[in-house]
């Protein structure tokens, strides 16, 4: 008779697939939360405060999830080594599911023990990362291990702050979270666009330019470094320019036509077209022409939150042996989330007296693009490989 490990059921067979299902779910339960909160239905009593809770649980839960399933299968066909799997990767994800849980135990638990358990999640993270990587001497991607502690960084300003240790670090903190999330993205966007645009069209071939990705992300880095140090202003506007062209010409070397025809190609492409747009809101926002949340939930929502759906939803099939194709409702879930998108970023510039509304149009968009992807997904992702293959 065997005995059955984890190991053995595939929602714990490799990291994409935990937490992706985690990252869905969250999603939702994070908005729901969020727009009780924001209607006045419901009265947070937490460790965060409203704002900081909203904003470190987007960036730190979902995203973080996102990121923690996609490099634990990544670092895995970089390397050829083995990652996370079983009692270990079920060990990771409780860990992720307590840092979500715990600050609404405030008053029950001490505030030290509720930050320790959400601040250990991303270094226990990037040392599990680094151990493939080191083994196979690829140091070069020893930069996701390093941009995994720099959001360590960010997320210790933010727990200093509540703690009392530190004044106005909490700010700071979300800040370098943002600005590291979004350059790890533009990092992984070299790597993956080109690769799924070429695979996505067979007669098509993209080529990489190493200048134009140094110069992206370089130049956004600088931008985000301005913000960091509260400079404003022309200095600010005209990297934020220099920013949004030089990532505008590096996406356009990647784009074939023909992606509008693939709707895991062209939700990519959408959700890079966002950063751009938060780039040149940013430019704007330097002269108080439109307020800087627009430009952050360009960022956010808009870039973090297309782009990140559009990869889950390609790695997910990629991953459990099924053809690279969306469903149709899964188109429908790119649509509303870039929807979402507009309704949060760009109609309360055109429309402000409708903020409110407008706000909780864009919650409701993105909570159906969100059921949709759980309903798809976590079927797929909780069920076996449908080549007969191990993960």
Request: a positive charge; charged letters at 10%.
């Amino acid at each position: 008779m065997k005995i059955h490990t984890l190991a053995d059921y595939p929602l714990f067979a490799l990291g994409f697939r935990v937490f992706f299902a985690l990252a869905g779910l969250s999603a939702l339960v994070l908005l729901i939360l969020w727009s009780c909160i924001f209607k006045g239905a419901l009265t947070q009593d937490n460790y965060f405060s409203g704002t900081y809770w909203h904003a470190h649980e987007m960036l730190m839960g979902y995203t973080v999830a996102v990121i923690a399933g996609f490099l634990l299968t990544a670092v895995k066909n970089w390397t050829g080594a083995e990652t996370l799997t079983g009692k270990p990767l079920a060990a990771l994800a409780l860990l992720w599911l307590y840092g979500r849980v715990v600050p609404f135990y405030e008053g029950l638990l001490p505030d030290v023990l509720i930050a320790l358990t959400d601040f250990a999640f991303l270094p226990i993270l990037a040392y599990q990362v680094s151990k493939p990587i080191l083994r196979a001497r690829q140091y070069k991607n020893l930069i996701f291990v390093g941009l995994l502690l720099l959001l360590s960084v960010g997320n210790g300003l933010i727990h200093s702050e509540i703690l009392g240790f530190q004044k106005s670090t909490a700010a700071i903190g979300i800040q370098i979270i943002m600005a590291t999330i979004i350059v790890l993205i533009l990092i992984i966007a070299g790597r993956i666009f080109p690769f799924f645009t070429s695979r996505g069209l067979s007669s098509s071939l993209v080529i990489k330019n190493p200048l134009l990705d140094a110069l992206a992300i370089a130049s956004a880095v600088l931008v985000f470094d301005l913000q960091i140090f509260g400079i404003t202003g022309t200095v600010l506007a005209i990297a934020s320019i220099i920013a949004a062209l030089a990532n505008l010409v590096r996406v356009y070397s990647w784009y074939v036509q023909k992606i509008w025809y693939v709707p895991l190609l062209w939700v990519l492409y959408t959700g890079y077209s966002w950063l751009i747009l938060g780039f040149g809101l940013t430019a704007l926002s330097a002269y108080a022409i439109v307020l800087p949340s627009v430009a952050i939930h360009a960022f956010t929502l808009g870039g973090i939150g297309v782009l990140t759906v559009g990869m889950m939803a390609r790695v997910s099939l990629g991953h459990t042996g099924r053809a690279l194709r969306a469903s149709n409702s899964i188109v429908i879930a790119f649509v509303l989330i870039n929807l979402a998108a507009v309704f949060r970023v760009l109609l309360p510039i055109a429309l402000p007296s409708w903020y409110g509304n407008l706000i909780y149009m864009s919650i409701l968009l993105w909570l159906a693009a969100f059921s949709l992807f759980v309903f798809v997904y976590f079927p797929i992702l909780s069920s076996a490989r449908v080549d007969g293959q191990q993960d």
